[in-house]
């Protein structure tokens, strides 16, 4: 791996944990449908940052979740929970941000703060191994 890469890897981790921060900061002003946009966002980094690590390069959300779910889920190392938090946060991030008259309540939204933060976590001690 080069330092450029090892950069991008980096920085998409740093990402991940300023995005989760920026979701405590909305959910904490009842943003729920930003709150949900900016968890997804916080995986989705980490995500990346894995797939960088192990030289997957997907140019869209969808093959993000895809691969992730192929090399990572589906080979167990990464617990499935994790692929199903994932695709969950992909599912609705799309449906806060696009539906009309949708919006997320508060007990939809907090119970994804703790697996997201373990998902980063996760990410985080993996890439460094």
Do not use: C
């Amino acid at each position: 791996m080069n330092p450029e890469q090892e950069s991008h890897i980096s920085y998409r981790i740093a990402r991940a944990w300023d995005t989760f921060d920026d979701a405590k900061i909305l959910a904490s002003n009842g943003k729920w449908n930003s709150t949900i946009n900016r968890l997804y966002y916080s995986g989705y980094y980490a995500v990346m940052a894995l797939l960088l690590r192990n030289e997957l390069k997907p140019t869209t959300h969808n093959g993000a979740k895809t691969n992730f779910t192929e090399y990572f889920i589906k080979t167990q190392k990464i617990d499935k929970k994790y692929g199903k938090i994932y695709s969950q946060l992909f599912t609705w991030r799309h449906k806060g941000d696009y539906d009309d008259f949708f919006d997320f309540e508060e007990s939809q939204v907090v119970q994804y703060f703790e697996p997201v933060e373990e998902l980063i976590r996760l990410i985080e001690n993996l890439i460094k191994r």
